[in-house]
């Protein structure tokens, strides 16, 4: 574990450490304020194309917030890209939620993604069935009410923690085990 986030003596499980280590995660965050802000209309609604683009900023910024959080930069990039591919949905999820991505955009994507790719009947009902899961999860964040620190927490967690995925680096069972004790 790099000797930057150790100092003094704090071992893993000083709050010190921890404290340094969410202020990093912070740090990190693409979008202090809401992004789609400027996306509305006069009516206070987001057209399709706002919509694509306010999905496509959503990723792009997780991208970037990984890049520039403790850990991540030091692995190999194909194992970046791995992690990523592996969870960029539920930090999709996070993000949206984080943004206060207004709900009423759910069905909007979902004609977006209807309109770009026309699909077979049985599809057309599962891929609304991934859009009210969507919206359900967005929810649920919002409900609890969630800060900065801790949605940076939740996407450290989710980033780092996939048992799904072999990386060959000594790095990540490290931020593993950091991961586990915020």
């Not at 071992?11 to 450490?17: D, E, I, M, P, R």
């Not at 693409?30 to 959503?58: H, K």
């Not at 190999?76 to 539920?90: G, I, P």
């Not at 943004?99 to 309109?115: D, I």
Request: charged share 15%; glycine share 4%.
């Amino acid at each position: 574990m790099p000797s930057q986030f150790m100092a003094n003596g704090d071992t893993l499980n000083g709050h010190t450490y921890l404290s340094s280590y969410i202020s990093l995660l912070l740090r990190a965050e693409p979008f202090p304020t809401s992004p789609y802000g400027q996306c509305m209309n006069a009516n206070n609604i987001m057209g399709v194309d706002n919509i694509c683009e306010l999905a496509s900023r959503l990723l792009f910024s997780a991208v970037g917030w990984a890049k520039n959080i403790p850990f991540f930069p030091e692995l190999q990039v194909t194992d970046q890209v791995a992690l990523l591919r592996l969870v960029w949905s539920e930090l999709f999820v996070l993000n949206a939620s984080q943004c206060s991505m207004p709900l009423h955009v759910a069905p909007l994507l979902a004609a977006a993604g209807l309109h770009a790719s026309p699909m077979a009947a049985d599809r057309v009902v599962a891929f609304m069935d991934h859009i009210r899961i969507f919206q359900e999860q967005v929810e649920k964040l919002k409900a609890l009410h969630v800060d900065s620190a801790e949605y940076s927490c939740l996407k450290a967690i989710v980033l780092f923690t996939s048992g799904k995925l072999n990386i060959d680096n000594s790095n990540i069972l490290n931020v593993q085990i950091v991961t586990m004790h915020i």
